[in-house]
């Protein structure tokens, strides 16, 4: 008999009588069991059994939910309290009201690849592709999913993929980066969520890594950031416009190939800038040569970050962390090496820090860290305490 014809208690009847399966969660691959199943288990129990059951290590932290959604039923009986002809289009429609916040910031299949936090309206925003997913900050460290930003393209309508971002004029502008056109960056208004400015930097100078004058200058209407090249470091002005943004006085170059990599600034406007030689320098404001240089420490330098005070500074490795104290020793001033000069024979020795042996065989292998940054408070007044980075799913 047609579906149509049968009576609506009748339906309903057929309803209850009828099981919907659930889906499992899904079993990481690199798991594998411990044990072996034993004849007449469940299907729940032989997942439940393919996770790992050696406890954590300490001080480790993963990406993975804390509680993986179990079932012991193999299935659940659909409830239906009302039950009207309707055609399959509607149907479609309320399974796309129920999807989750995750099916709605998806692009293609592509990765988190940036996160920027903000903090004068309670908003963070992931890069993923050519999209941007913004969300919302809730009590407590949670956060949830409020909008998309949907197909970044630049002022001429080229959609790409955002290489770095920084939040900009009180998280109003986010400016971006395009590999693809390092001389150029882009500013996006945060309230509609499109690119409105090009800026042409300067048609003969690459830029690398870009960061605010100083630490929280972002939180204010600063207009001006600081930019780096291979081998240059100078302050970008929009304001100038034409093909040539670098203030001119308030430029760095050096004629070798310093190959440099990432930048960070203190409170005072203090830089510090690593590079892929392993090399650190540390700069009191912009347009003068370093006060400091450390040599070559190890690996190219990936990422690099200062406390707002430039007490400490954090270098990223690709397989570990160099901890800076620039506190120049016995300095009457209690000044840093952003300040005054390191003599010869008392500059910092970095403390590596690096994951321990039993970390990285639970891993499953070496670590890559992303660039490792210090905590920092909401009000900016606080010293920063912590740092954090990631490897994989593990933070």
Not at 94 to 120: C, F, H, Q, T
Not at 125 to 152: C, L
Not at 304 to 315: E, H, K
Not at 318 to 337: F, S
């Amino acid at each position: 008999m047609p579906w149509s014809k049968v009576g609506v208690s009748s339906q309903d009847y057929l309803l209850d009588a009828q099981e919907e399966d659930i889906d499992m969660a899904a079993v990481p691959e690199n798991w594998s069991s411990d044990g072996d199943n034993s004849e007449g288990e469940s299907e729940s129990a032989k997942v439940d059994q393919s996770f790992r059951e050696e406890p954590v290590p300490v001080g480790v932290k993963t990406g993975l939910p804390e509680n993986e959604v179990d079932s012991d039923e193999e299935g659940h009986s659909a409830e239906a309290s009302e039950y009207e002809d309707g055609s399959e289009d509607e149907e479609e429609e309320e399974e796309e009201e129920d999807a989750s916040d995750e099916d709605k910031y998806n692009d293609s299949g592509a990765k988190n690849s940036i996160l920027e936090v903000g903090r004068k309206h309670g908003r963070s925003f992931v890069v993923r592709g050519s999209e941007i997913g913004v969300f919302k900050h809730t009590n407590g460290d949670g956060i949830q999913f409020s909008t998309n930003m949907k197909n970044i393209d630049d002022t001429r309508g080229n959609r790409f993929t955002p290489s770095a971002t920084m939040l900009h004029e009180g998280d109003s502008s986010m400016v971006l980066m395009n590999q693809d056109r390092p001389n150029d960056l882009y500013r996006m208004d945060m309230e509609y969520g499109k690119v409105v400015e090009e800026w042409k930097v300067h048609e003969d100078v690459p830029t690398v890594s870009i960061a605010p004058v100083s630490k929280y200058s972002q939180l204010t209407g600063e207009k001006t950031l600081v930019g780096l090249s291979h081998n240059m470091l100078y302050r970008i002005d929009p304001r100038i416009g034409g093909r040539n943004m670098i203030v001119e006085d308030q430029m760095q170059s050096y004629a070798t190939k310093s190959k440099f990599t990432a930048l960070a600034t203190t409170q005072k406007g203090g830089v510090v800038v690593g590079s892929a030689k392993g090399e650190i320098r540390m700069y009191d404001r912009l347009g003068m040569r370093s006060k400091t240089t450390l040599p070559a420490l190890g690996e190219p330098i990936i990422g690099i970050d200062v406390t707002s005070d430039g007490r400490y500074i954090v270098a990223t490795c690709k397989t570990y962390l160099l901890l800076i104290d620039a506190l120049v020793p016995e300095d009457p001033k209690g000044r840093t090496g952003f300040e005054t000069s390191f003599p010869q024979a008392k500059k910092p020795a970095p403390r590596r820090l690096q994951l321990k042996p039993e970390h990285v065989v639970y891993m499953g292998g070496p670590a890559s860290f992303t660039p490792a940054k210090f905590n920092q408070s909401p009000s900016g007044k606080e010293s920063e305490r912590t740092i954090v980075t990631s490897t994989g799913p593990f933070v």
